[in-house]
């Protein structure tokens, strides 16, 4: 299943009348996707995703349908975008190079059109981050993303969205990017810890302490999130601070990979997220390949193999156990 990121940098305008540059949009695109490309923190399929800079209104639409419309099932999708937005006449619009204030609906992208194609595409994990002004007005456009005849059903998707500023607030920014972006990425990226025992953190989560954050910093500008339908686990990046020692004083933790024997940590925790994504996805080639570097590891170091041969029984087990729940 496919990680896609879909990055947007939008800092150069042609209507600079209405929509003046922007500077520090260009570093927070840059260090996002930096971020969530790296596989120790996102590991979003570089492949397939896309990141773009200062794109047309056209450019955005054809990106999305590359990536989007794709055969594998996508398993996260995460749109980030910085630059300018608007709230207008009860909808929200992200303002592209080509946008002009004066036909804001023809020539803006309406984030309701992002919620159709999620509900045309149906990934399993939807992450919407928008670092611009008036970021609050998406709550307008809410009523296009829920729909009952998507949501409440068997595999419909999770959808987590955060905005950087209320809807009659400015986004500020400095020399080092925007101010909601900055403070994200800190918990994105490990530089600010939220917890040890949480393999994965989920955007919702981190988007409080954001808010926080820079509520404590002053009043001006604050961040909302939302969260709609959010079942499972979401792999919307990996806790950089996590011990899984930590997690094994918690339930979230199977008990059949406390074992004593030596795994790599790597291992164990390759074998934890296809434990957690096996009701999703089905045994994988993945789960067999980390099985199997895991039992030439312990061969390698004269693991006995009755120790071994237990591992792997208490292994099938513990993911025959997790199937039928």
Same mark, same amino acid.
């Given at each position: ?83 300018? @937005?608007?709230?207008?006449?009860? =909808? ?17 992208? =309406? ?12 990934? $399993? ?18 009523? +296009? ?25 400015? =986004? !500020? ?9 900055? =403070? ?11 917890? +040890? ?95 199997? !570097? ?11 193999? $009755? ?10 087990? @513990? ?7």
């Amino acid at each position: 299943m496919a990680r896609i990121f879909l990055g947007i940098a939008s800092s150069e305008y042609d209507d600079i009348e209405n929509l003046p540059n922007l500077s520090g949009v260009t570093i927070d695109g840059r260090n996002v996707s930096e971020a969530l490309f790296d596989q120790s923190i996102g590991d979003y399929d570089k492949d397939i995703s896309k990141v773009l800079s200062s794109p047309t209104l056209l450019e955005l639409n054809n990106a999305i349908e590359e990536i989007l419309f794709i055969d594998d099932k996508i398993e996260c999708f995460t749109l980030y975008f910085a630059g300018h @937005g608007i709230s207008v006449n009860g =909808a929200y619009y992200l303002c592209l190079k080509d946008t002009n204030c004066d036909r804001i609906s023809a020539t803006a992208l =309406a984030l309701s059109h992002i919620f159709n194609v999620i509900n045309d595409v149906r990934p $399993i994990q939807t992450n919407i981050i928008i670092d611009a002004c008036e970021a609050g007005g998406l709550v307008d456009d809410l009523g +296009t993303l829920i729909k009952q005849e998507v949501f409440g059903y068997k595999n419909s998707p999770s959808v987590s969205l955060f905005g950087s500023s209320l809807k009659d607030q400015d =986004a !500020r920014e400095d020399n080092n990017g925007g101010f909601a972006t900055q =403070a994200l990425l800190k918990y994105i990226k490990g530089e600010q810890s939220i917890d +040890t025992w949480r393999p994965y953190l989920d955007l919702v989560y981190i988007g409080r302490f954001v808010s926080e954050d820079l509520m404590d910093l002053d009043d001006s500008q604050t961040p909302v999130v939302w969260g709609f339908n959010l079942t499972g686990i979401s792999t919307f990046v990996k806790n950089r601070n996590f011990k899984l020692e930590a997690s094994m004083t918690t339930s979230y933790m199977p008990s059949f990979i406390n074992t004593d024997i030596e795994l790599l940590q790597n291992e164990k925790e390759k074998i934890w997220y296809e434990y957690l994504k096996i009701t999703e996805k089905g045994s994988s080639p993945d789960l067999v390949h980390t099985l199997v !570097r895991s039992v030439n590891d312990l061969k390698a170091k004269d693991m006995d193999p $009755i120790k071994i041969a237990s591992f792997l029984v208490g292994t099938a087990d @513990g993911f025959a156990l997790r199937v039928s729940m």
